[in-house]
C-alpha cells in the first residue's frame, strides 16, 4: 500500500499561472480532502469529495478547483496563482463518514513569485 | 463551526521531562483526534478518541467530553519527539458528513 501519494513535491510558479496538484490514494476510501497549511496557521480545507462526481467546498476554496473522476484520484487545480497561495499543499483521505482518522499524504510545497 | 484552541504554541522541554499539551473546543463532538507533523513536514494520526483515555508506548491522550478539553501527554520526552503535535475535532459539513477542523498546533522541541 503507497498510501496517499502527491506529486510535486515542490513547484514554483510565477504569477497567473497555472498548475495541477495531483493526489492519489489506494485505500479505496471514499473520502478524500485537500488543506493548505500556511506558517503558524493551522490546516484549513479547500475542496472535499465524499465519493466518485461529488465534490464540495471547504473553508478557503477561492482560486481552486477539483474533480473526482475515480476513487483513487482527486487532483486540485490552481487557475492564475496568485502569491496569496503560496503554502503548503496536502492531500487527505478517510473511510467511513469523515469524522474518521485521515491519511495523509507528504505534501508539496508551492511558492507563487 | 467548531473552534479549536491549543496550548501552549511553543513548549521547550528537556529530555526525560513530561509533556502535557491541551486542546480545547467549543462545540460538542462525537471524537477528536490528535495529529504529530514532523519537522519534514509529513502528517501522520496520533489518536482518535471519543472517550476517556487512550495509550499508545510514551503518548497518552486523554479527553472530558463535558469541559469539552483534551490532553496529550509524552513521558520520558525524547529528542525524537519534538515535533508538532495539532489537536482536530469533526464538524458536520452535510448529510452524514463531517470535516476536520485542526488546532493551529504546538510546536515541541526536546533539548538533549
Known amino acids: 500500500n503507497a498510501g496517499v501519494t502527491q506529486t510535486p513535491k515542490f513547484r514554483i510558479l510565477k504569477i497567473g499561472q497555472s498548475m495541477t496538484l495531483q493526489c492519489a490514494q489506494d485505500m479505496n476510501h471514499n473520502y478524500m480532502y485537500w488543506y493548505r497549511q500556511d506558517p503558524g496557521m493551522g490546516l484549513k480545507l479547500i475542496y472535499y469529495s465524499v465519493g466518485a462526481g461529488i465534490t464540495d467546498k471547504g473553508e478557503v476554496p477561492n482560486g481552486y478547483n477539483v474533480s473526482r473522476s475515480t476513487t483513487e484520484y482527486f487532483p486540485l487545480r490552481l487557475e492564475l496563482a496568485a502569491p496569496s497561495q503560496t503554502s503548503v499543499y496536502f492531500c487527505?483521505?478517510?473511510?467511513?463518514?469523515?469524522?474518521?482518522?485521515?491519511?495523509f499524504g507528504p505534501g508539496t510545497r508551492l511558492t507563487v513569485l | 463551526k467548531n473552534e479549536v484552541e491549543q496550548s501552549p504554541q511553543n513548549l521547550t522541554a528537556q529530555e526525560g521531562e513530561f509533556i502535557t499539551i491541551n486542546c480545547s473546543y467549543s462545540?460538542?463532538?462525537?471524537?477528536l483526534h490528535w495529529l504529530q507533523q514532523h519537522p519534514g513536514g509529513g502528517i501522520v494520526s496520533l489518536f482518535m478518541l471519543s472517550s476517556g483515555k487512550k495509550k499508545h508506548g510514551r503518548l497518552i491522550a486523554t479527553i472530558n467530553i463535558q469541559e469539552k478539553h483534551s490532553s496529550l501527554h509524552i513521558t520520558a520526552s525524547h529528542p525524537r519527539d519534538s515535533a508538532v503535535y495539532i489537536c482536530?475535532?469533526?464538524?458536520?459539513?452535510?448529510?452524514?458528513?463531517?470535516?476536520?477542523?485542526f488546532g493551529k498546533g504546538t510546536k515541541l522541541s526536546v533539548i538533549p
Open positions: 482536530a475535532v469533526p464538524s458536520r459539513s452535510g448529510a452524514g458528513s463531517y470535516q476536520l477542523t
Open positions: 462545540v460538542g463532538i462525537s471524537a
Open positions: 487527505a483521505s478517510a473511510s467511513g463518514t469523515g469524522a474518521d482518522e485521515q491519511f
